[in-house]
Every structure is written in structure tokens, then in C-alpha cells.
């Protein structure tokens, strides 16, 4: 046999086992775990990470350090589970490693849920529609590309249609357990508890959460929250305005977006959206968590950059539409951290009953005002004395948050404003 017919035999050869392993795998069968359990792990910066915080709006302007001092920490507990509580009202508390000063245990507190708010299919929750337009762009680049901005006239849309490609129905939302799809559920931060992350606050150690409608979960975490993105924004001569950032550890891949007006503002002004995916890209799970091998799926489409792409440039034509307010946010999607018991057999045949399994996922986002200097002093260098103590403090209560409405606020929210 010739080498090439040799080569073609070892080919074929190497498809067949890869098609019987893949069959293998479909084969193994599992039922669903008694609990599910979620833990969403944030950094946030720029102005991002002044959300709750009392600063001095003149030192987060013009004075301070940079960097790693407006960073903050957040942490978002969920458990869902299938099982109803026993002995009274459910309860569940999370205990924390020892780094991360938040006391024994947190609370996972069941919701009172009040009924929901109709909405339009594909809006946010307290949508109203505007009256003016919303110009989208695309695309990193000094100018936009063809077929850009694509315009909608608000008051010329039906009463309950949605702005075609609005928000992204290609990017899924992977949202873990909730209250509406589990029989009994807690989370964590609650009006019960709310305690501020301290900054060098750790998570790496053993983590157990133990209540009366779940099994007990024990895992340990070997990854701590990941660290600030530092970005920084300049105008360049032709109009554009370049995006650089650091290259975080841990960062499986980047996606910038913009929000910007035109005009006095309120409902008739003109919105600008952009985004840094090449594709009409906004909202899904790209506002929040992604798993590495979607973020692998999404480079490889060009709706995310690499890890190893560290600037992106916003067109000319988005400086010229939006005017002199554009609030650029960055993200850094991360890694993720998978428990489950008992663990999944090696045999594919052999049926996985998991009692529970957990979930720990990673992001670090920063949010800045393009075309401005760096802005300096916008973490803890901007309080002052008493505010820095009160900040630092672990049973610090945040304040309450405002509910976003109409399009601008659900705008804001991209960037964390409200």
C-alpha cells in the first residue's frame, strides 16, 4: 500500500473511533441533580465599580490613583433545588472561607415574589418605548463598515414590535437555577443580608452550603476573583477613538459595547449603540456570564475578541452620531469551576444520578467615557476618611437599587448605572 493510501486508511480509521467515542458519550444517560448551585464571581471598575459607593465626585474627576483601586468585588449565590423544604419555611446559608470576611455563613434567602410587569416580546422588564431613533454600529475599526448605522425610527414601529436584532437571540443567556425553575430557591445578596466585599477579599479555600431543602454541597475553590481591567480611551485625528486595555489572567475573551445620545436627550433623542462584535451583536448572555466553550464558539465567529487582543478601535462615524457622550463597557469573560456528586462515571453506560452540582463562574468589566483623559481616583483614592471606613466595612448595606426604565435606562443598566 502506497503512503497515501496508508494515510487515508489511518484517517478513516481515526474518524470511526472519534465517532464512537462521541456516541459513547451521547449514550450515557443522567437524571437531573436534587440541587443545583450557582456562583457568580465579578470584578468591576471605572464607573462600574463606584455603584453603592458615597465618593467625592470631584476626586473621582480630577484626583487620585488609578488602576486597581477602583476595583470592586461582587458575588451573586444561587440555589435551586427540586426538593421542598422540611421542618418549616426553607433555609440555606453559605459558609466562606475564612479570606472572605464575611462571617461564618451568608443567608440564601427565598424570594417573595411580587407578580410580574407584560412586557414586549424581547423587551427587558419596564421597557417604554421611546419616541426618537436608535442608530446601531458594528465592528472594530477608524471607520464603520457597509451597511452601517442601521436606523430605527421608534415612532414609526407598530405598537408591539420589536426593533428587529435589538437584542441579541444567538447569544444564549445561561442563567443556572432561578426561582421560576426550581420548586424552592435562596440567593444571596437579600434584604436580609447585603455585606460588602472588601477588596483583597479571598475565595480560594473549602466552601459548604448546608439548608433544609438541598443536600449538603462541600467543593473547594482553587481561583479567586480575577483582576481590574484598566482601560483607557484617546481621540485620534480622524475622528476614531482607539480602546486599549490590559490583558487580564484568566480571560478566556473580550466584548466592548457603547451607549451614547445625541441632543438635549429624553425620549426624543437619537441613541447610539455599538458593539465590538463584527455582526449586530447586543444583549444575551453578553451583558453577563458565558462558558468558555461558548466564548471559544463566539471568537471563532468573530462576535468576541481573543485573549489575546488587547485594543479595539470605535469608528469615526459613532463619535459623530452619538456627540460627546459615549460610555464604553468592557468585559473580560473568565473561567469556570464545575463540582458535582458523585461524580459523573467513566463508564458511559453506567447511568450518573448526581445529588447536586455546582457551578462558580468568573467576569471582571470596567466602564469608562471615551474620548476623555483616564480618569484617576474613581475607587477608594476618591473618598474620603470616613466614606473609605465605611466602605471597607463587611456588614456595610448597600443602598437600594432603582429599577431602569424606558430605553434609556435599560442603557444605563448595560453600563451599571442603575
Known sequence: MTIRGRMIVAGAAALAGAGLMAGALQAQRSTPPKARYEMDVATTSGFAGMAGMRANPMAMMFGGGRGGGSAQHSL??????????????????????????????????????????????????????????????????????????????????AAGQTPPRLFSADVPVETGPTDSNSRTFGEWPNDRSHKALRPDASLIGTHRIAGNYSPEIAFTLDQNFMPALDAVSEAAPDGSTPIRWNAVQGATGYYASLVGAQGQGG???????????????FGGGLSGYLSPATVRRLI?????????????????????????????????????????????????KAVWHPDWTTRVRYRSATSLMLGMPAMEGMGMAGMSGDDEEDARRPDRQEPPKHKCKGLGGFLKSQIGGC
Do not use: Y
Not at 414586549?120 to 446601531?136: A, H, Q, T, W
Not at 449603540?273 to 455582526?279: L, N
Open 76 to 157: 451573586d449565590l444561587r440555589l435551586g433545588s427540586s426538593l421542598a423544604p422540611s421542618g418549616g419555611a426553607p433555609h440555606a446559608d453559605h459558609f466562606m472561607p475564612a479570606g472572605a470576611e464575611l462571617g461564618d455563613s451568608v443567608p440564601l434567602v427565598t424570594p417573595v415574589n411580587a407578580p410580574a410587569e407584560p412586557s414586549e416580546p424581547g423587551m427587558p422588564p419596564d421597557f417604554r418605548r421611546p419616541k426618537g431613533r436608535m442608530l446601531i454600529f458594528w465592528g472594530c475599526g477608524a471607520h464603520a463598515g457597509p451597511g452601517q448605522p442601521v436606523v430605527i425610527d421608534f415612532s414609526k414601529l
Open 267 to 281: 425620549e426624543n433623542a437619537d441613541m447610539v449603540m455599538w458593539t465590538s462584535a463584527a455582526r449586530q451583536e
Open 300 to 348: 471563532a465567529e468573530h462576535v468576541i475578541m481573543p485573549p489575546s487582543q488587547t485594543s479595539c478601535t470605535v469608528p469615526a462615524e459613532v463619535k459623530k452620531a452619538a456627540g460627546q457622550f459615549m460610555m464604553a463597557t468592557l468585559t473580560a469573560f473568565g473561567p469556570e469551576r464545575d463540582f458535582a456528586h458523585p461524580p459523573r462515571p467513566a463508564d458511559p
